[in-house]
Structure formats: C-alpha cells, structure tokens
C-alpha cells in the first residue's frame, strides 16, 4: 500500500524558510519520480517541484530560485526547501509520487491531507 506522509508545514513570516519532508512506503521509492504540489483557497493545484529517479528536476515557475526540491533514498524521503517565502505561497502543500510524461511530471494515487504553510506577518 502506497504510503505518503506530509510534515513540516507551518506558520512562517515574510522572507522566512520552511523545509517540508515526505516518507514514503509502499513501492521502490528509488527508481519512483516524486514531486509537490500545492492548492491556496479558491485556486487550481498546481506542481511546485517534481525530482527524478536520478536525481534531476523541474519547478513551477512562481517558485524558480527560491524552492529546492531533494531526495534521500536511502531514508525513502523527498524534501521541499523553501526559501524567501511570500504570502502568496500559502497552501496545503502534497507529496506525490508519479513519473514524467512529454512534457512534465504526472501524479498517481489520490490525493491525501497535505500539510498546511502559512506565510503571514
């Protein structure tokens, strides 16, 4: 059974850094693309960083240069460092493990609880 817990979430102020980890279980989480995705109120989802098995990635374009997206294989975990954070990047915050099609990364499974970041003074 796929397994994906969320952590790290929580309240920061302007310009301030979060790191969000993910443990999974339930699948060779090693040769498994995995990526974070994010959903602010009355907005679509949208992906926020996707890392390959070997180690490449992708960001979204709101969060180039300030978000860094890791894996440890050896712990069965991706990270999600967040940088300069702006209230705009408040959301329920998702790991997800997927594979890259033509032209991004691809979600599977269904969507779990997600862990909450609230970027406010």
């Known amino acids: 059974q796929v397994r994906l817990v969320e952590s790290g979430g929580g309240l920061v102020q302007p310009g301030g850094s979060l790191r969000l980890s993910c443990a999974a279980s339930g699948f060779v989480f090693s040769v498994t693309a995995m990526g974070w995705y994010r959903q602010a109120p009355g907005k679509q989802r949208e992906m926020v960083a996707a890392?390959?098995?070997?180690?490449?990635?992708n960001y979204g374009d709101s969060v180039k240069g300030r978000f860094t997206i890791s894996r440890d294989n050896a712990k069965n975990t991706v990270y999600l460092q967040m940088n300069s954070l702006k209230p705009e990047d408040t959301a329920v915050y998702y790991c997800?493990?997927?594979?890259?099609?033509?032209?991004?990364?691809?979600?599977?499974?269904?969507w779990g609880q997600g862990t909450q970041v609230t970027v406010s003074s």
């Open positions: 997800k493990r997927g594979y890259f099609g033509a032209y991004d990364f691809v979600p599977l499974d269904s």
């Open positions: 890392i390959r098995s070997g180690g490449s990635t």
